[in-house]
């Protein structure tokens, strides 16, 4: 997926050859060749690992010479649930900053296969005990859209994840007001545990709204766990007032239960806009367990 910055570049890391070549991306990296053929892992996670650590100087070579790293996985599989936490992990001990991303499959694969739901929970593990961003997103809330052609309920899953790294991005590019760069972003994430990225947008008369919007769609998958944190940003027009502001800070922090770690910046542009876009950082979180996931569907976050 191109963000539409001139410095982005996608890269498919795979176990699966044919796959890998069908995957429309700019570099392609293959591994465990001598182990997997070229064939995949057949769900197996250690073999991908063995793989990933025989591999793992030329991908975090390759890897780690930008400022952010966006991983995107489906997580039941061999590959996936290996290399996401793998992957994540060892970027952290560099420069650039991993945001992992989890596809979860549907119950119904996860209820009719021991293994999968292995892969799962140990991805899942593994990512909540690293701490950082992440980003977990449930096939099953796709069930909203059932009555759509699949390739269109995906589309609208991958906007809605582009919307959410376009605007964490977006927040780090450009300079504004209250500045929020790489740097701290970097450290209010140290000291938060597992976060998690909303986003919203919303008309400028109703704040509570755009909180309220973006907590319900971005923390589906996380259960607060510990005292909270939070990022907030806020990009606006010359009519943001800072009653508004201010309205929106104090409803993101009622219902965080008042977090002592808060940070706030604010992009306000020259001309007047109708609508606030709310990014945040949500932290002191862990992924639901499955059966908690499993318990309940829920339903899919609306892009805009
Ligand atoms: N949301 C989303 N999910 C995907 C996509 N591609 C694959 N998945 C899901 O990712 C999960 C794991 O994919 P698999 O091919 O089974 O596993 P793998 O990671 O390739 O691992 P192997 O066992 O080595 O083949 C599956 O449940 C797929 O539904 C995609 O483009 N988008
Ligand atoms: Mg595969």
Redesign the pocket.
């Known amino acids: 997926m191109g963000l539409g910055s001139p410095g982005v570049r996608t890269f498919a890391v795979?176990?699966?050859a044919r796959?890998l070549l069908k995957i429309p991306v700019e570099e392609r990296i293959l591994i465990g060749e001598r182990t997997?053929r070229g064939r995949?892992?057949?769900?197996?996670?250690s073999v991908?690992l063995d793989a990933a650590e025989d591999g793992r100087e030329e991908i975090v070579r390759r890897l780690s010479r930008f400022e952010m790293v966006f991983l995107?996985?489906?997580?039941?599989?061999?590959?996936?649930?290996?290399?996401l936490p793998y992957l994540a992990a060892e970027l952290r001990k560099t420069d650039a900053l991993p945001v992992p991303v989890a596809?979860?499959?549907?119950h119904v694969?996860l209820e009719t296969n021991s293994d999968?739901k292995a892969?799962v929970r140990a991805a899942l593990e593994e990512l909540d005990e690293l701490g950082g961003l992440l980003l977990a997103?449930s096939?099953e809330k796709?069930r909203r859209f059932e009555a759509l052609p699949l390739h269109r309920v995906?589309a609208v899953?991958?906007a809605y994840v582009h919307a959410l790294l376009r605007s964490l991005v977006d927040m780090v590019e450009h300079p504004s007001q209250l500045n929020v760069d790489l740097a701290s972003l970097k450290g209010h994430l140290a000291g938060s545990g597992l976060s998690t990225l909303l986003c919203g947008e919303y008309h400028i008369s109703d704040p509570e709204r755009l909180v309220e919007q973006a907590m319900t769609e971005g923390l589906l998958d996380f259960a607060l766990d510990q005292e909270s944190s939070a990022l907030l940003h806020l990009d606006g027009g010359s009519n943001l007032t800072l009653r508004t502001l201010d309205q929106v800070v104090q409803s993101l922090r009622r219902r965080l239960g008042q977090p002592r770690r808060f940070m706030l910046g604010t992009r306000i542009r020259s001309e007047p806009r109708e609508v606030v876009r709310l990014t945040a950082v949500i932290g002191g979180l862990r992924a639901r367990t499955l059966d908690e996931a499993i318990g309940e569907g829920s339903p899919l976050p609306v892009p805009r």
């Not at 997580?75 to 290399?83: E, H, I, Q, R, V």
Request: glycine share 22%.
């Open positions: 795979n176990t699966d796959h997997m995949g892992s057949g769900g197996n996670r991908v995107l996985a489906g997580l039941g599989g061999g590959t996936g649930s290996a290399l596809f979860l499959p549907f694969e999968r892969n997103l096939n796709l995906f899953r991958n």
